[in-house]
Protein backbone atom coordinates (compact mmCIF):
# COMPACT_ATOMS: atom_id res chain seq x y z
CA UNK A 1 0.00 0.00 0.00
CA UNK A 2 1.32 3.28 -0.69
CA UNK A 3 1.12 6.14 1.85
CA UNK A 4 1.51 9.99 1.86
CA UNK A 5 3.15 11.13 4.62
CA UNK A 6 3.65 14.57 5.87
CA UNK A 7 6.73 15.15 8.39
CA UNK A 8 6.98 18.51 10.64
CA UNK A 9 9.48 19.25 12.82
CA UNK A 10 7.53 19.37 16.42
CA UNK A 11 6.99 23.47 17.12
CA UNK A 12 9.35 24.92 19.33
CA UNK A 13 12.26 22.68 18.41
CA UNK A 14 15.35 24.04 18.61
CA UNK A 15 16.63 24.23 14.98
CA UNK A 16 20.18 23.55 16.17
CA UNK A 17 19.48 20.06 17.80
CA UNK A 18 17.42 19.10 14.02
CA UNK A 19 20.93 19.70 12.45
CA UNK A 20 22.87 17.88 14.82
CA UNK A 21 20.57 14.32 13.92
CA UNK A 22 20.77 15.48 10.30
CA UNK A 23 23.51 13.10 9.55
CA UNK A 24 21.54 10.56 11.04
CA UNK A 25 18.08 11.01 9.54
CA UNK A 26 19.31 11.14 6.15
CA UNK A 27 21.14 8.02 6.51
CA UNK A 28 17.76 6.15 7.66
CA UNK A 29 15.85 7.90 4.65
CA UNK A 30 18.61 6.78 2.16
CA UNK A 31 18.20 3.29 3.34
CA UNK A 32 14.58 3.45 3.45
CA UNK A 33 14.92 4.55 -0.15
CA UNK A 34 17.30 1.67 -0.94
CA UNK A 35 14.78 -1.15 0.44
CA UNK A 36 12.31 0.29 -1.53
CA UNK A 37 10.30 1.81 1.58
CA UNK A 38 10.50 4.85 0.81
CA UNK A 39 9.27 6.15 -3.00
CA UNK A 40 9.47 9.67 -2.96
CA UNK A 41 9.85 12.75 -0.81
CA UNK A 42 9.91 16.32 -1.29
CA UNK A 43 10.48 19.20 0.61
CA UNK A 44 7.26 22.08 1.14
CA UNK A 45 7.71 25.84 1.56
CA UNK A 46 7.00 25.56 5.24
CA UNK A 47 10.26 25.52 6.84
CA UNK A 48 10.42 22.31 8.70
CA UNK A 49 8.32 19.94 6.62
CA UNK A 50 8.43 16.93 4.10
CA UNK A 51 6.70 15.16 2.45
CA UNK A 52 7.10 11.75 1.31
CA UNK A 53 5.46 8.82 -0.71
CA UNK A 54 6.05 5.45 1.37
CA UNK A 55 5.10 1.62 0.40
CA UNK A 56 4.62 -0.63 3.18
CA UNK A 57 2.59 -3.65 3.68
CA UNK A 58 -0.08 -1.48 6.23
CA UNK A 59 0.05 1.91 8.00
CA UNK A 60 0.46 -0.04 11.14
CA UNK A 61 3.97 -1.70 9.48
CA UNK A 62 4.84 2.07 8.18
CA UNK A 63 4.31 3.90 11.92
CA UNK A 64 6.32 1.15 13.62
CA UNK A 65 9.07 1.38 11.11
CA UNK A 66 9.09 4.88 11.13
CA UNK A 67 9.52 4.67 14.87
CA UNK A 68 12.94 4.76 14.54
CA UNK A 69 13.95 7.69 12.77
CA UNK A 70 16.35 9.35 14.99
CA UNK A 71 14.10 12.98 14.93
CA UNK A 72 10.88 10.85 15.93
CA UNK A 73 13.12 9.20 18.96
CA UNK A 74 13.85 12.14 20.01
CA UNK A 75 10.29 14.04 20.12
CA UNK A 76 11.34 16.44 17.17
CA UNK A 77 9.57 15.16 14.51
CA UNK A 78 5.71 14.56 14.06
CA UNK A 79 3.91 12.85 10.96
CA UNK A 80 0.67 12.75 9.34
CA UNK A 81 -0.61 9.44 7.67
CA UNK A 82 -3.10 9.53 4.58
CA UNK A 83 -3.36 6.14 3.21
CA UNK A 84 -3.85 6.72 -0.51
CA UNK A 85 -6.34 4.73 -2.54
CA UNK A 86 -8.18 4.56 -6.08
CA UNK A 87 -9.71 7.21 -7.39
CA UNK A 88 -13.28 5.64 -7.78
CA UNK A 89 -15.15 9.19 -8.43
CA UNK A 90 -14.52 9.35 -12.22
CA UNK A 91 -17.00 6.61 -12.50
CA UNK A 92 -19.82 8.65 -12.06
CA UNK A 93 -18.99 10.46 -15.24
CA UNK A 94 -19.62 7.42 -16.89
CA UNK A 95 -22.84 6.01 -18.41
CA UNK A 96 -24.58 3.39 -17.30
CA UNK A 97 -23.23 0.60 -19.55
CA UNK A 98 -19.51 1.31 -18.52
CA UNK A 99 -20.35 1.63 -14.94
CA UNK A 100 -20.74 -2.19 -14.93
CA UNK A 101 -18.59 -3.72 -17.64
CA UNK A 102 -15.59 -1.88 -17.53
CA UNK A 103 -14.48 -4.20 -20.65
CA UNK A 104 -16.66 -1.82 -23.14
CA UNK A 105 -14.27 0.91 -22.82
CA UNK A 106 -11.48 -1.36 -24.14
CA UNK A 107 -12.99 -2.67 -27.22
Keep these: MQLLVKWNVVEGTDPTAVINLLPKE???AWNAYLSGTLRQFWLTQNPGEVIMIQEFDSLEHAVKANQNLPLMKAGMLKA???ELK???SW???F???FKT???NVMQ
Design 91 to 93: EFL
Design 95 to 97: ASE
Design 86 to 88: PFQ
Design 101 to 103: NSK
Design 26 to 28: EFF
Design 80 to 82: TWF
